[in-house]
């Protein structure tokens, strides 16, 4: 069956190596699943190959490979699938097949990205010196490969189906704009999705594409992008009491390999030296973990309340990537970023501390004041 697709140009370029891989997937402590077509595969194979299911087990329903002191029983050691080496990429399970890629269907069309746990799709995506570009292509998608794909239309409503493509690609255009720093783009980014939220509510929905042409104009940079940014004033100690409150709910008291590091007193010296190595980096982060998100409608909840989600995961991203880089060891941060991101989509510790923390803030601009303080537009 075909697809329109919509991906980042870098997904095309990926190709998964064992050999290479610092950390591989099949060495987490995750539950690999073993769909069942797969497994009736793994059934119908000579005797001696039965060996298979005896390392398949089935919890609530669903089946998945039992580790072995912490990696797949499968993984040979030379990094490789023993599978896949023996019987074919057509005979591993179907998540093995997929990973690093996701795939979400947004009406009727497919958005497919990387997920930056994968340490060679964090490399491939963040270490470009240019900005992630987009394309569109028409593909005949495997059965296999269908079923890999995620419906994210639970958390949009059925009438803006249409428009979120748009919506995506309007906010990313925003954090891709240059002329203003980091923090000045999450700011115009949060301006505009207040607005969007208050279309919403109205039900208006066609003035979005008018809302997205007013955030994509020169006119509107040069004569209104000023003043927003103008209108929040940076409130230091509450950005250290946030995220001081944000980590201490995430570790329960006990020291995360990298929150651990954070340091709220890096100079304003050393600041400047990170961000002119590394915006092109944090870019790139915030453009995929938006786009790959399925941002702003990720989570069940508000518009406003997914933006604060977002930026908040960012705000601790970017500050233990600063606090290492201040410490000389900047080698860890892309190492720093897969991690992160792994407890950020799926330690529960991590989502829940964040989503309690930032739902009383209606108003996301006293968010703002307690988040961004690098506001030059340059």
């Known amino acids: 069956m075909e697809y329109v697709y919509l991906q980042p140009k870098y997904v095309g370029e990926f190709q998964c190596d064992g050999k290479i891989c610092p950390k591989n997937c099949c060495k987490r402590d995750w539950k690999i699943s073993i769909d069942a077509q797969t497994y009736e595969k793994y059934l119908r194979l ?22 072995e002191n912490g990696a797949c029983p499968f993984l040979n050691s030379d990094g490789l699938c023993s599978i896949q080496l023996a019987r074919g990429e057509e005979n591993i399970s ?20 990387l997920t930056l746990t994968c340490p060679l799709a ?5 270490n470009s010196k240019r900005h ?11 059965n296999w490969a269908q079923r890999q794909i995620f419906v994210s239309e639970s958390n949009v409503p059925q009438k803006i189906l249409q428009y979120v493509v748009e919506i995506q690609l309007t906010a990313i255009s925003i954090l891709q704009e240059r002329r203003l720093t980091l923090d000045g783009r999450l700011i115009v980014l949060g301006f505009y999705l207040r607005q969007l939220e208050e279309i919403f509510q109205r039900g208006d929905f066609e003035t979005i594409l008018t809302l997205n042409k007013i955030y994509t104009s020169e006119e509107f940079f040069l004569g209104q992008i000023p003043i927003l940014i103008d209108s929040v004033k940076f409130q230091s100690k509450e950005f250290i009491a ?33 961000f002119k190595k590394y915006s092109m980096l944090l870019e790139n982060y915030l453009v995929n973990e938006f786009f790959g998100g399925i941002y702003p409608f990720k989570i069940n909840g508000t518009i406003q309340h997914n933006y604060a989600v977002f930026v908040v995961n960012y705000k601790i991203l970017e500050l233990t990537a600063l606090s290492l ?11 720093m970023i897969t991690e992160l991101t792994v407890d950020l989509n799926h330690n529960e510790n991590f989502l829940s501390a964040i989503t309690e923390t930032v739902k009383d803030f209606a108003d996301i601009t006293i968010l703002m004041r307690k988040i961004f303080s690098n506001l030059k537009i340059i």
């Open 132 to 142: 992630i570009e987009f394309e569109t292509a028409q593909i005949d998608l495997p």
């Open 46 to 67: 000579e005797s001696e190959e039965h060996e298979l299911t005896r390392h398949i087990f089935s919890d609530d329903g669903e089946l998945f490979i039992k580790q």
């Open 122 to 126: 964090a490399k491939l995506a963040l």
């Open 242 to 274: 946030l995220i001081s409150e944000v980590t201490k709910k995430i570790c329960g008291g006990a020291a995360h390999k990298y929150l651990r590091q954070i340091n709220f007193d890096v100079t304003a010296k050393v600041r400047k030296k990170f």
């Open 325 to 335: 880089y201040a410490k000389n060891s900047e080698r860890k941060i892309l190492e």
């Open 94 to 113: 179907e998540v093995c097949r997929s990973y690093p890629r996701q795939l979400y269907r947004i009406g009727a069309m497919i958005e497919r990205s």
